[in-house]
């Protein structure tokens, strides 16, 4: 089956100290890799993504994210959190098979930022 | 800007009510989804249509039918209203050129409670 695992469901920091937010998943076909971001009673927008190339990717708002692909993971990384980056975010996997290619997402990870 | 509006923010619902859910986008996208989400359980797939009048079923379809009949806009009908449906739904649209390159975009989200 494929499937996206993002173990932890909150992670609290502390404003400025850096966050590391954990994305496994599971393939058997080359993906394309997302992480979106939701905002307290807003949709999702997409912080950023992986489609090739080099696998250091960045994002907006500071973000980044690294393709592993012999440990299937795709973490986000910020070097210094903000208060506004409290929100909950999404990583999504869409695997390269044939037929329509649809985003499967992670159960999310809640960023609680504190002064 | 690419925007995606669904019709209502907050809607309360009776048990056996038939309930519609719209959505519009401005960007001329091919496909069209709706998800619902719902607390440690992240993004899961109802519908999606990849064109007008053409409608795929997604992981969770029971108890849902949708409609397309402009490319603007995507219907979530809910035809007899159970509690077990109170969530959060989520509409997204996505260009259908070279299938999940793209991003998918969402709109706010419309929070149902059926009682």
């Known amino acids: 089956a494929q499937s996206v695992t993002q173990l932890d469901s909150q992670v609290p920091v502390f404003e400025e100290a850096p966050v590391e937010l954990r994305c496994n998943y599971s393939s058997s076909v080359s993906v394309y890799l997302f992480w979106y971001v939701q905002y307290p009673n807003q949709g999702l927008q997409l912080l950023l993504k992986y489609l090739s190339g080099s696998t250091l990717v960045k994002g907006i708002n500071g973000f980044e994210a690294e393709f592993n692909k012999s440990q299937t993971s795709f973490h986000l990384r910020k070097p210094s959190v903000h208060i506004s980056d409290t929100a909950e975010y999404f990583c999504?996997?869409?695997?390269?098979?044939?037929?329509?290619?649809?985003?499967?997402f992670g159960t999310g990870t809640r960023l609680l930022v504190s002064p | 800007d690419v925007k995606v509006t669904q019709s209502s923010r907050y809607l309360v619902k009776r048990t056996g009510e038939k309930v519609f859910l719209e959505c519009v986008q401005d960007?001329?996208?091919?496909?069209m989804f709706w998800y619902r989400q719902d607390p440690g359980l992240g993004l899961r797939l109802i519908y999606f249509s990849y064109d007008v009048k053409m409608k795929e079923k997604g992981d969770i379809p029971e108890g849902y039918s949708v409609s397309r009949e402009k490319k603007e806009r995507f219907s979530l009908i809910l035809e007899s209203a159970s509690t077990n449906q109170t969530s959060m739904y989520l509409c997204?649209?996505?260009?259908?050129?070279?299938?999940?390159?793209?991003?998918?975009?969402f709109g706010p989200g419309t929070r149902l409670t059926v009682t």
């Open positions: 960007m001329d996208h091919e496909n």
């Open positions: 997204a649209s996505r260009s259908g050129l070279a299938g999940g390159l793209y991003e998918q975009y």
């Open positions: 999504a996997v869409t695997h390269m098979n044939t037929g329509f290619q649809k985003l499967v």
